[in-house]
């Protein structure tokens, strides 16, 4: 099926541990987006790419790291895990203009302890 | 900073009823848009609204846009127990490229 696949779904870190979060989509967009949901609030976007080859900071990089590997994929890496950081993670990707909306992916659960 | 904010918080109605959330925003936008989640899922695209439109239709849903007053209304009429889920509004103000920013949502609870 289309769309924005998310890996993993569920991971638990220790603080000052690093993982990275996969993403990918095949709808050829052109642009992508890391969002962070927190409970009782909407998403805040952590990165994003509007092309391949850029990648542009949103309202809460510090942090993350981003790496877009190609048009298909872009990845977060937290570099040294803290409490802060537990959150659920979108990914979505859209058209250069999002005229037809975004396309999320069903999220990774992180939890830091 | 949020640049949406969505009231009510959260609302509760029976199935047939007409449910109406409201969204305000603080800058010129480009479109806005209304998006669902079901709980721990993502976020499903449900109908956009461009700043020189004011009302959007799309099956049951149907979508106001004032712009003079910074605001938009979701209406879904006829609620089933299946619309039970949260609704964000998000704006994209961004002269290049697209990049949403979205409100806190409303959690909408349609009982049988």
């Known amino acids: 099926n289309a769309g924005v696949t998310q890996t993993p779904k569920f991971q638990v870190l220790k603080t000052g541990q690093s993982m990275t979060l996969q993403c990918a989509q095949d709808?050829?967009?052109?642009?992508m987006y890391w969002y962070r949901q927190d409970p009782g609030m909407g998403l805040r976007l952590i990165y994003y790419?509007?092309?391949?080859?850029?990648?542009d900071k949103g309202e809460v990089p510090n942090g993350y790291n981003v790496s877009r590997l190609n048009k298909r994929e872009f990845s977060l890496r937290l570099e040294s895990a803290a409490p802060s950081q537990t959150s659920v993670y979108f990914c979505?990707?859209?058209?250069?203009?999002?005229?037809?909306?975004?396309?999320f992916g069903s999220g990774t659960r992180l939890t830091v302890v | 900073s949020q640049q949406g904010e969505e009231d009510p918080q959260a609302l509760s109605i029976q199935e047939g009823e007409n449910a109406t959330m409201n969204c305000s925003y603080k800058t010129s936008i480009n479109n806005l848009q209304w998006y669902r989640q079901n709980s721990g899922r993502g976020l499903v695209h449900l109908i956009l609204i461009r700043s020189n439109e004011r009302e959007k239709h799309s099956g049951r849903l149907r979508v106001t846009l004032d712009t003079s007053k910074k605001s938009s209304s979701l209406l879904i009429t006829a609620s089933r127990a299946a619309d039970t889920a949260s609704y964000f509004c998000?704006?994209?103000?961004?002269?290049?490229?697209?990049?949403?920013?979205f409100g806190e949502g409303t959690q909408l609870t349609v009982n049988p």
């Open positions: 709808m050829n967009h052109n642009s």
């Open positions: 979505a990707s859209s058209t250069s203009q999002g005229n037809y909306g975004y396309t």
């Open positions: 998000a704006t994209d103000a961004w002269t290049s490229g697209s990049r949403l920013t």
């Open positions: 790419s509007a092309s391949e080859g850029t990648t």
